[in-house]
């Protein structure tokens, strides 16, 4: 099994050799999750291309200040109470983010059977995976320059691929797919938000994915830079298909 998913690896990272990069320049991007990842592959990514980066971690940032740039900032701020980033609240407005890309995310706890459900877990994890993007969406919106809207998501989250088990990252991930599509509705029409499911992506919470956080993140930048008002309010994977919610 392990010789087969190497096999795999190497041939998407094959694949994707062949593929164009494209890039985003010139804009004020907000990356949460940025100290591990896709969100820290897309920090350093992203910083190479003329962008102001406003990148958001939790307590950890040994990852994040080795990436040396003038035009990152980093916050630190715990998600796990999404009234923390209201603390933030004048500093995210006058950053005026153009772009805002929601990667962080918990798992939570191995065993998420039916009858082993902790609300307190619970409660967590809606907070970090679900909350926390919502009241930064908030808080972007205030700096009135904001053209872009990625929720990552995860086809767990879709409910025509639900099988059992995993209740607490299935229900997180199924309420940000829901959050988004209601946001859609709610907000400026020229904003595009959109869901998006990243693929199995090899990161910390997914040590057996077969896709690297760096193909991951530049994949993201692809769908991000066309900047395509079809995908809005929509749940779509890296490639720009349409996924059942």
């Known amino acids: 099994m392990g010789i087969l998913k190497t096999l795999k690896r190497k041939f998407l990272k094959f694949n994707n050799s062949f593929s164009n990069n494209l890039k985003i320049s010139?804009?004020?991007?907000?990356?949460?999750?940025?100290?591990?990842?896709?969100?820290?592959?897309?920090?350093?990514?992203?910083?190479?291309?003329?962008?102001?980066?406003?990148?958001?971690?939790?307590?950890?940032?040994?990852?994040?200040?080795?990436?040396?740039?003038?035009?990152?900032?980093?916050?630190?701020?715990?998600?796990?109470?999404?009234?923390?980033?209201?603390?933030?609240?004048?500093?995210?407005?006058?950053?005026?983010?153009?772009?805002?890309i929601n990667c962080a995310a918990i798992f939570g706890p191995e065993n998420q059977n039916f009858n082993d459900i902790i609300i307190k877990e619970f409660n967590t994890i809606m907070n970090i995976n679900v909350l926390a993007p919502l009241t930064l969406i908030q808080n972007s919106l205030k700096g009135k320059s904001l053209k872009q809207v990625v929720n990552i998501s995860s086809l767990m989250g879709s409910m025509s691929n639900c099988n059992g088990d995993f209740y607490l990252y299935r229900s997180s991930k199924s309420l940000l797919n829901s959050i988004t599509k209601n946001i859609s509705f709610d907000i400026d029409q020229k904003i595009n938000i959109f869901c998006l499911h990243p693929g199995d992506v090899k990161t910390k919470m997914n040590t057996g994915g077969l896709i690297s956080p760096e193909i991951a993140a530049q994949k993201i930048i692809n769908i991000c830079s066309q900047n395509n008002l079809n995908y809005r309010g929509k749940f779509i994977d890296t490639n720009g298909n349409i996924l059942s919610w």
């Open 26 to 100: 010139n804009e004020n991007i907000i990356i949460t999750g940025a100290n591990s990842g896709i969100g820290f592959n897309l920090v350093k990514i992203l910083g190479k291309c003329e962008n102001n980066i406003l990148a958001l971690v939790n307590y950890n940032d040994d990852e994040i200040i080795s990436v040396k740039n003038e035009n990152i900032n980093i916050i630190k701020c715990n998600f796990s109470n999404p009234e923390n980033i209201n603390n933030y609240s004048d500093k995210i407005k006058n950053f005026k983010p153009s772009i805002l």
